[in-house]
Structures are given as structure tokens and as C-alpha cells.
């Protein structure tokens, strides 16, 4: 949420943040802005809106000076106005700031300042720092020591970027969301991600809770607890193309088509320090969110059938009030390894003694780190809003680790097959560019699935109301009849996902029910039985049973891919959302 930089060298410093701040555009795009320093001083220029929008009617390229920091917001304090985007600055206007997260003593830290004085022009938590930097300024000559003592007096979370007129220095602190170092020659950058550095270096570190950074073009110093710090320098292994669109129209449509070769890369993760941990455990808990969430429903399902193990999956957000405090293996999956429940979650854990295992497609990421094992997904940068890709690598990899802990690693086999199935699936994409034609006009959506495909019918319904806005929600087949029945009526459409199985012969029952009531049923099956009952369908190949939940997940992907594009609406930024929680 928010993604911020920071650039000092020889460049022009508005480009470097322009550039970077459209590669992190997914992390927030209610409003953006940028500051440099040069000879006349420091400017600024923020608005309301996205970064290409804003650059079109303002120009950032105006922007003079070779230092400079960059913010694209995900609002938390204050609405989406010009005033409450960033850079926030403090009453003289020589000190900017940029911020990701969210503090929360800003009210009584306000009301403080307010007593002596300062005067507030936006609603944020953010511009409260800058004023705080300011007034410790007043008592301590040294900036840095201003901002260390601003700093210590905040609660909350954050990632800052904090500039001021008159040194060629830009000083950072992180204490939550992620926070990257990157080093080039003559020239050094910070970002709150990877992608926005890939166009100047590899050299990358990433900064922990609790350091204070300064850095100049030359050099950086690391401090933690006021001491002299050393942190590794790591080489980024991703390249700039993978983070662009490769001629696709949206990055969501490229990573949907990126899944087939994916696939093959997740299930040759090495799972060894994965297996190792969860060995001979009789009680698993999981915590993830959205997507990842589902993913790890997934792996409940294998775990407790194959294995008889037993397996709670709780949403991050959840797991404080759900957990027993005696979980001795906690296994996490998130996407970004930033996600501020999940790793709130994980902290939690491990505070009581947890073991974790972190499934995560960023190494270095914060799960990464502050796991005993990881896996990583392998699934490389994943810029849309949107998971798809990393969807399946996850369910790829969790698969893997379930078969090889009940002895049927000859089983990963159908799981490799789920490859060339979804080849086959995308091939025929422009039958599901047919199908969103026909259901655009709808308003209600269910999605229903038994077993393996009931995680899959919740990753369609979050799909689809993610990135077209329209009403989409879920269910176990089986439990219509419990109660959401009653809102089927003409024109509510039931996806149904409907593969052959043990399960196919009450699911086809379910859709009956529907049918009943009149619904306009859609068919993802391989069954001619449940296609026949069905208003429209899409022909699904015929997979085993453990591919399910990721050949069922594609069609699901493009049609609400294909639904978004003809509504109109950004299926790479979908409105009120970011990739990337990092607050709680
Ligand atoms: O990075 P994570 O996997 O931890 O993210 C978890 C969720 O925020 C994420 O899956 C979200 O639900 C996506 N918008 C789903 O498309």
C-alpha cells in the first residue's frame, strides 16, 4: 500500500521517480507526487489521480535537480484530495516526506504541535511527521539526530523517505513496510520495491524494522538502536522485461498466460526444507489472505484427506483471536511476503514458540526472512493487482509438499499435466471473450464448487468482483440450499465448476436446484451431463482430480479478465484496491 522512492546521483531526478513510481503503481493509485532539490530549491508537484494522468496535465519532468522523492498513494488518513497526497512538507517548506503505513498516534502528536503552533494543510498522518522533524530540529542541530528523535516518537507503521534543503542527503526509516536500498555507481536509490530499481542495478538491501538509514550519491550508513549496522548486499535475479507488458494489453493478461511454463518452475521449487519441517506434525495451521487464502485451502484439503493430518486455515487478520498459542508449525503464504496481517500472524506465532514455513514469490521478502523455511513459487514479478499467477504456483508448490509427505511423490506427475491443460485452456481463450460478452450485462454472480474446486469457484467470485465491481460471492455447492437459494431468480448467474469426480454427481444435483429457480447457469466442466444442463458453458479438459484447483482457476482469470476489459473498467488496477497490504 503507497509505493514510495527515493533517488540521489547524477540523473535527473524527476525522471528516475517518474519512471519508479509507475512500476509501483500497483501498490496505490489514488494520487502521486514527486519533490526535488535543485538550485532554486525544493519543488514539488502532487495531484489527485494515476501517475500517467497527473504527468499529462502537470509535467514532472519540470521538476529540476538530481535528489528527489516520489509517492503513489493508497489513502488511509484523509481522503483522495490534492492536499492529502504526498510529498507532505512542514511549516518552512525545506522538509519533505513521503510515507507508507500508518501511525497511530498522529492525533495526539497533531494536537502537541498544533499547542506550539504549527499549522496543518492536509488530514494525514503523514504530514505530522514532517512537522515533528521540524521541531526536533529546533532542539538538535544535527538532521539526523532531528529525524532519529521524530521518529522515536511515533507508534504505528511506516516506511519514510525524508529529504531536506541545504544536504545532499536522504534519510530513511522503516519500521513495517518494506523498504529497499538500492546501489549503483556514483548514484543510490530507495524504493518500497524491486521493480522500481531494475532499469539501474541488481545491488539491492533490503532494510529491517528498526533501521534508520542516511544515504548521499556516495555511500549509505545503517544504524539500528543508535549503533553502526551492517546489512548484506543481495543481486536481484529478476530483469526489467519481466516487470513490463511484453506487447500483452494488461500485465493481468500476461501473467494469466505466463501459468503453463510457471507451473513447471513451482513444481521444481525445492520443497526439502519445507517437508523437513512439517514432518510427523499432527497439527498444521496456515494463515494467509485473499487469494493466498484459498490457496491454503488447498493444501488443508490435501493434508487432512492424504495424510489425516489435521489442518486450520485462519485469514491473517483472524489469526490473533482464532490461534490456541500452541501451534508448533505455522505455515504462511502470501504473494508479496509483505502482507501486514500475515505477518503480523507470523509474529504472533512465533512469539509463542511457532516454527514457520514461509511460501512466499519474493525471497527477501519479510516472510522470507523471518521464516525457518521457505519455498519460494518461483512465479517472478506479479504486477497486476490482481494474484492469477501466483495463485497456481502457490497451489503447485503446496501440492508438491502435501504428495511428498504422503509418499506419493509419483502423483506430482498429474500435477505437471496441469501444464499443458492449461496450454489448452488458453488456447481457446477467445471463447471466453465470447462468453464475458454474453454475461457482461449480468449483475449477480455465484460460484459454486465441490472439494478441490470449491477453493477455485472462491478465487473466480474474488476475480471477477475485484476487477469488474460486480456482486460475486461463493459457495460449496452443497450449501446453496442452506439459505443463499433464496436470491437465485431470473437473470443471477451460478458458475458452476463442475469437473469429473466423486463429487460430479451431487454438484450436477446442485446446478438442478438451480436451474429450478430459474438462474442462468454457466458450465465449466468436462461432464457432457452437467454441460447439458446448463444455459452456456466453457469445455474444460479432462484433469485429474489434484490439478483441479489450478486448471479450473484459468478460465475462471479470463473470463473475469475478459468481463472487466468489455465494462470498461483497468483490470490491472482495480478501484479502492493494492497489491500488497502492508497495513493492518
Ligand atoms: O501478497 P499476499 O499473497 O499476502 O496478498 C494477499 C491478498 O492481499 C491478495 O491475495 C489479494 O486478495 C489479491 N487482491 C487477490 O487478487
Request: proline share 3%.
Given at each position: 500500500?503507497?509505493?514510495?522512492?527515493?533517488?540521489?546521483?547524477?540523473r535527473?531526478?524527476?525522471?528516475?521517480?517518474?519512471?519508479?513510481?509507475?512500476?509501483?503503481?500497483?501498490?496505490?493509485?489514488?494520487?502521486?507526487?514527486?519533490?526535488?532539490?535543485?538550485g532554486?530549491?525544493?519543488?514539488?508537484?502532487?495531484d489527485?489521480g494515476?501517475?500517467?494522468?497527473?504527468?499529462a496535465?502537470?509535467?514532472?519532468?519540470?521538476l529540476?535537480?538530481?535528489?528527489?522523492?516520489?509517492?503513489?498513494?493508497?489513502?488511509?488518513?484523509?481522503?483522495?484530495t490534492?492536499?492529502n497526497a504526498?510529498?507532505?512538507?512542514?511549516?518552512?517548506?525545506?522538509?519533505?516526506?513521503?510515507?507508507?503505513?500508518?501511525?497511530?498516534?498522529?492525533?495526539?502528536?497533531?494536537?502537541?504541535?498544533?499547542?506550539?503552533?504549527?499549522?496543518?494543510?492536509?488530514?494525514?498522518?503523514t504530514?505530522?511527521?514532517?512537522?515533528l522533524?521540524?521541531?526536533?530540529?529546533?532542539?538538535?542541530g544535527?538532521?539526523?539526530?532531528?529525524?532519529?528523535?521524530?521518529?522515536?516518537?511515533?507508534s504505528g507503521?511506516?516506511?519514510?523517505?525524508?529529504?531536506?534543503?541545504?544536504?545532499?542527503?536522504i534519510?530513511l526509516?522503516?519500521?513495517g513496510?518494506?523498504?529497499?536500498?538500492?546501489?549503483g555507481?556514483?548514484e543510490?536509490?530507495c524504493?518500497?520495491?524491486?521493480?522500481?530499481?531494475?532499469d539501474?542495478?541488481?545491488r539491492?538491501?533490503?532494510?529491517?524494522?528498526?533501521?534508520?538509514?542516511?544515504?548521499?550519491?556516495?555511500?549509505y550508513?545503517?544504524?539500528?538502536k543508535?549503533?553502526?549496522v551492517?546489512?548484506?548486499?543481495?543481486?536481484?535475479?529478476?530483469?526489467?522485461?519481466?516487470?513490463e507488458?511484453?506487447?500483452?494489453?494488461?500485465?493481468?493478461?500476461?501473467?494469466?498466460?505466463?501459468?503453463?511454463?510457471?507451473?513447471?518452475?513451482?513444481?521444481?521449487?525445492?520443497?526439502?526444507?519445507?517437508?523437513?519441517?512439517?514432518?510427523?506434525?499432527?497439527?498444521i495451521?496456515?494463515?494467509?489472505?485473499?487469494?493466498?487464502?484459498?490457496?491454503?485451502?488447498?493444501?488443508?484439503?490435501?493434508?487432512?484427506?492424504?495424510?489425516?493430518?489435521?489442518?486450520?486455515?485462519i485469514?491473517g487478520?483472524?489469526?490473533?483471536?482464532?490461534?490456541?498459542?500452541?501451534?508448533?508449525?505455522?505455515v504462511?503464504?502470501?504473494?508479496?511476503?509483505?502482507?501486514?496481517d500475515?505477518?503480523?500472524a507470523?509474529?504472533?506465532?512465533?512469539?509463542?514458540?511457532?516454527?514457520i514455513?514461509?511460501?512466499?514469490?519474493?525471497?527477501?521478502s519479510s516472510?522470507?526472512?523471518e521464516?525457518?523455511?521457505?519455498?519460494?513459487i518461483a512465479a517472478?514479478?506479479?504486477?497486476a493487482?490482481?494474484?492469477?499467477?501466483?495463485?497456481?504456483?502457490q497451489?503447485?508448490?503446496l501440492?508438491?509438499?502435501?504428495?511428498t509427505?504422503?509418499?506419493?511423490?509419483?502423483e506430482?506427475?498429474?500435477?505437471s499435466?496441469?501444464s499443458?491443460?492449461i496450454?489448452?485452456?488458453?488456447?481457446?481463450a477467445?471463447?471466453?471473450?465470447?462468453l464475458?460478452?454474453?454475461l457482461?450485462?449480468?449483475?449477480?454472480?455465484?460460484?459454486?464448487?465441490?472439494?478441490?474446486?470449491?477453493?477455485?469457484?472462491l478465487?473466480?467470485?474474488?476475480?471477477?468482483?475485484?476487477?469488474?465491481?460486480?456482486?460475486?460471492?461463493?459457495y460449496?455447492?452443497?450449501?446453496l440450499?442452506?439459505?443463499?437459494?433464496?436470491l437465485?431468480?431470473k437473470?443471477?448467474?451460478?458458475?458452476a465448476?463442475?469437473?469429473?469426480?466423486?463429487?460430479?454427481?451431487?454438484?450436477?444435483?446442485?446446478?438442478?436446484?438451480?436451474?429450478?429457480?430459474?438462474?442462468?447457469?454457466?458450465?465449466?466442466?468436462?461432464s457432457?451431463?452437467?454441460i447439458?444442463?446448463?444455459a452456456?458453458?466453457f469445455?474444460?479438459?479432462?484433469?485429474?482430480?489434484?490439478?483441479?484447483?489450478?486448471?479450473?482457476?484459468?478460465?475462471?482469470?479470463?473470463l473475469?479478465?475478459?468481463?472487466?476489459?468489455k465494462?470498461e473498467?483497468?483490470?490491472d488496477?482495480p478501484?479502492?484496491?493494492?497489491k500488497?497490504?502492508?497495513?493492518?
Amino acid at each position: 500500500m503507497c509505493g514510495i522512492i527515493g533517488y540521489i546521483g547524477y540523473r535527473k531526478a524527476s525522471e528516475v521517480i517518474f519512471k519508479g513510481l509507475r512500476k509501483l503503481e500497483y501498490r496505490g493509485y489514488d494520487s502521486a507526487g514527486i519533490a526535488t532539490v535543485s538550485g532554486k530549491g525544493i519543488s514539488a508537484i502532487k495531484d489527485i489521480g494515476r501517475i500517467d494522468d497527473i504527468h499529462a496535465k502537470r509535467n514532472f519532468l519540470q521538476l529540476e535537480g538530481n535528489m528527489g522523492i516520489g509517492h503513489t498513494r493508497w489513502a488511509t488518513h484523509g481522503g483522495v484530495t490534492q492536499k492529502n497526497a504526498h510529498p507532505h512538507t512542514d511549516s518552512t517548506g525545506k522538509i519533505y516526506i513521503v510515507h507508507n503505513g500508518v501511525i497511530e498516534n498522529f492525533d495526539s502528536l497533531r494536537a502537541a504541535l498544533a499547542k506550539k503552533g504549527h499549522k496543518f494543510v492536509s488530514e494525514t498522518d503523514t504530514e505530522v511527521i514532517a512537522h515533528l522533524v521540524e521541531e526536533e530540529g529546533k532542539k538538535e542541530g544535527d538532521f539526523g539526530k532531528a529525524f532519529a528523535n521524530a521518529v522515536a516518537k511515533l507508534s504505528g507503521s511506516w516506511s519514510l523517505v525524508c529529504m531536506h534543503q541545504g544536504e545532499e542527503a536522504i534519510y530513511l526509516s522503516r519500521n513495517g513496510p518494506p523498504l529497499i536500498l538500492g546501489i549503483g555507481k556514483d548514484e543510490m536509490f530507495c524504493a518500497s520495491d524491486v521493480p522500481a530499481l531494475l532499469d539501474y542495478t541488481k545491488r539491492v538491501i533490503y532494510i529491517e524494522d528498526g533501521d534508520l538509514v542516511r544515504f548521499t550519491r556516495e555511500g549509505y550508513e545503517i544504524k539500528n538502536k543508535g549503533k553502526k549496522v551492517e546489512r548484506a548486499v543481495h543481486t536481484v535475479t529478476w530483469t526489467a522485461k519481466m516487470a513490463e507488458k511484453e506487447g500483452f494489453d494488461h500485465f493481468m493478461l500476461k501473467e494469466i498466460h505466463e501459468q503453463g511454463g510457471k507451473i513447471r518452475e513451482a513444481l521444481a521449487a525445492d520443497a526439502s526444507g519445507a517437508v523437513a519441517l512439517l514432518k510427523g506434525q499432527q497439527n498444521i495451521t496456515v494463515v494467509a489472505c485473499g487469494t493466498s487464502f484459498y490457496a491454503g485451502l488447498v493444501f488443508k484439503q490435501l493434508l487432512q484427506s492424504r495424510l489425516g493430518v489435521n489442518c486450520d486455515v485462519i485469514i491473517g487478520s483472524e489469526f490473533a483471536y482464532a490461534r490456541t498459542g500452541n501451534e508448533r508449525v505455522v505455515v504462511a503464504i502470501s504473494q508479496s511476503g509483505e502482507t501486514a496481517d500475515t505477518l503480523s500472524a507470523v509474529r504472533l506465532a512465533k512469539k509463542s514458540g511457532a516454527k514457520i514455513l514461509g511460501i512466499t514469490n519474493v525471497t527477501d521478502s519479510s516472510l522470507w526472512r523471518e521464516s525457518d523455511a521457505t519455498v519460494n513459487i518461483a512465479a517472478g514479478p506479479e504486477i497486476a493487482v490482481v494474484a492469477t499467477k501466483s495463485f497456481t504456483s502457490q497451489v503447485a508448490v503446496l501440492s508438491k509438499i502435501a504428495l511428498t509427505l504422503s509418499g506419493e511423490k509419483q502423483e506430482i506427475s498429474s500435477l505437471s499435466d496441469a501444464s499443458e491443460q492449461i496450454e489448452q485452456v488458453l488456447e481457446r481463450a477467445g471463447e471466453l471473450e465470447t462468453l464475458a460478452s454474453r454475461l457482461a450485462p449480468h449483475k449477480d454472480f455465484f460460484f459454486i464448487g465441490r472439494s478441490l474446486s470449491f477453493p477455485s469457484a472462491l478465487e473466480g467470485a474474488l476475480k471477477l468482483k475485484e476487477i469488474t465491481y460486480l456482486h460475486a460471492e461463493a459457495y460449496a455447492a452443497g450449501e446453496l440450499k442452506h439459505g443463499p437459494l433464496s436470491l437465485l431468480q431470473k437473470d443471477v448467474v451460478v458458475v458452476a465448476l463442475a469437473p469429473s469426480g466423486t463429487s460430479l454427481p451431487k454438484t450436477i444435483s446442485n446446478m438442478s436446484e438451480c436451474r429450478a429457480r430459474d438462474a442462468q447457469l454457466v458450465a465449466f466442466s468436462d461432464s457432457d451431463e452437467a454441460i447439458s444442463k446448463s444455459a452456456l458453458h466453457f469445455r474444460m479438459p479432462r484433469v485429474a482430480q489434484l490439478a483441479i484447483p489450478i486448471v479450473y482457476a484459468v478460465p475462471l482469470q479470463l473470463l473475469a479478465y475478459y468481463m472487466a476489459v468489455k465494462l470498461e473498467k483497468d483490470p490491472d488496477k482495480p478501484r479502492n484496491l493494492a497489491k500488497s497490504c502492508t497495513v493492518e
